[in-house]
T-cell receptor, first 115, second 113 residues
């Protein structure tokens, strides 16, 4: 399987500040990465598709100006939660696929708490 | 609409018993399904997958069954162990939209010693 590293695993920030989450594909080059959000006792909801060298594709209802995605290299995608509010507190997870129509490999997740 | 759903939110089994987790899907065009296990505070972990040209696939202590007629997927865990306690998700690829992975709601498996 693929090795996906996500950092930080846990972060607490003050309301109004921004937080950056990194997702790294350690053993292969990923032109596409996916960002999910998961609220307690709920399923994973796809937020956006991160595309290397181009703009991310956001799912309906996800504010692209609030959740900034940068995929500047084939091994790194970042998600920045801007002007975070308590309702943004959630578990954020990234994933990669080695090929389309194959299983996704997930990072360890980032627990964001906005106080 | 397209959806993947699970029949039961929580399943409680005795250690050593077999567990069966169910999943219903509505997209008849789906041809690839995956089961994931998610432990508390961690990302999902791949368990087993199956393609639509099969109706059964076995792994180590796990079996996935696919019934395309009724659009039903199940995960069977043999001799359930305490380490199997987790949330289990079924998922499928939505080829109509850049191949994104759609997740079901999840079933919490609780293993009683």
């Amino acid at each position: 399987g693929a090795v996906v590293s996500q950092h930080p695993s846990r972060v607490i920030c003050k309301s109004g500040t921004s937080v950056k989450i990194e997702c790294r594909s350690l053993d292969f080059q990923a032109t596409t990465m996916f960002w999910y959000r998961q609220f307690p006792k709920q399923s994973l909801m796809l937020m956006a598709t991160s595309n290397e060298g181009s703009k991310a594709t956001y799912e309906q209802g996800v504010e692209k100006d609030k959740f900034l995605i940068n995929h500047a290299s084939l091994t790194l995608s970042t998600l920045t939660v801007t002007s975070a509010h308590p309702e943004d507190s959630s578990f954020y997870i990234c994933s990669v696929h080695k090929m389309m129509n194959t299983e996704a490999f997930f990072g360890q997740g980032t627990r964001l708490t906005v106080v | 609409g397209e959806s993947v759903g699970l029949h039961l939110p929580t399943l409680s089994v005795q250690e050593g018993d077999n567990s069966i987790i169910n999943c219903a899907y509505s997209n008849s065009a789906s041809d690839y399904f995956i089961w994931y296990k998610q432990e508390s505070g961690k990302g999902p972990q791949f368990i087993i997958d199956i393609r639509s040209n099969m109706d059964k696939r076995q792994g180590q202590r796990v079996t996935v069954l696919l019934n395309k007629t009724v659009k039903h997927l199940s995960l069977q865990i043999a001799a359930t162990q305490p380490g199997d306690s987790a949330v289990y998700f079924c998922a499928y690829f939505d080829y109509s939209n850049t191949g994104k992975l759609i997740f079901g709601q999840g079933t919490t498996l609780q293993v009683k010693p």
